[in-house]
């Protein structure tokens, strides 16, 4: 059973510098050569500002895991679903603040047995304080 009162619990904010490197390695190891991604001169004659983050690139963002987290069992752990709403996309040289959110926690009855489900938030801003993204994640708890 999972404590229903990690919902609400926020983070800490957390920093993250969005380096030219990371990005190119990044879609790299994703399979998108799309050369916004890796060159910045064309990136930059396309109208960004620098070499563009894929949708995905939050994933990279690792910083502490959270108490909650921490405590489950990881062999019954699942990866449910992760989406990704953009207010804006960002750019190499920003800087990112993220703050971590549990949202919801419910549970499912099903064949296999009761299964709990985490939903977590991840929120990223820019240096004005401005929301760029949000990145939604749930877990999936299988019963022991």
């Given at each position: 059973m999972i404590d229903r009162n990690i919902i609400g619990r926020i983070s800490t904010p957390e920093y993250y510098e969005v380096e030219k490197g990371a990005i190119r390695k990044f879609a790299t190891a994703i399979g998108d050569e799309n050369p916004v991604y890796h060159n910045e001169e064309y990136a930059r004659e396309r109208g960004y500002i620098s070499l563009l983050a894929p949708l995905t690139f939050p994933t990279t963002f690792r910083g502490k895991v959270q108490d909650w987290f921490k405590s489950l069992d990881k062999n019954r752990l699942l990866h449910g679903e992760q989406e990704?709403?953009?207010?804006?996309?960002?750019?190499?040289?920003?800087?990112?603040?993220?703050?971590?959110?549990?949202?919801?926690?419910?549970?499912?009855?099903?064949?296999?047995?009761?299964?709990?489900?985490?939903?977590?938030?991840?929120?990223?801003?820019?240096?004005?304080?401005?929301?760029?993204?949000?990145?939604?994640?749930?877990?999936?708890?299988?019963?022991?």
């Open positions: 990704y709403k953009y207010e804006r996309r960002f750019y190499a040289g920003e800087k990112i603040k993220l703050i971590e959110n549990v949202v919801e926690v419910y549970e499912k009855s099903g064949k296999n047995g009761t299964m709990t489900f985490i939903v977590r938030d991840r929120e990223g801003y820019d240096e004005a304080d401005k929301k760029v993204f949000t990145e939604r994640s749930t877990f999936i708890v299988r019963e022991e």
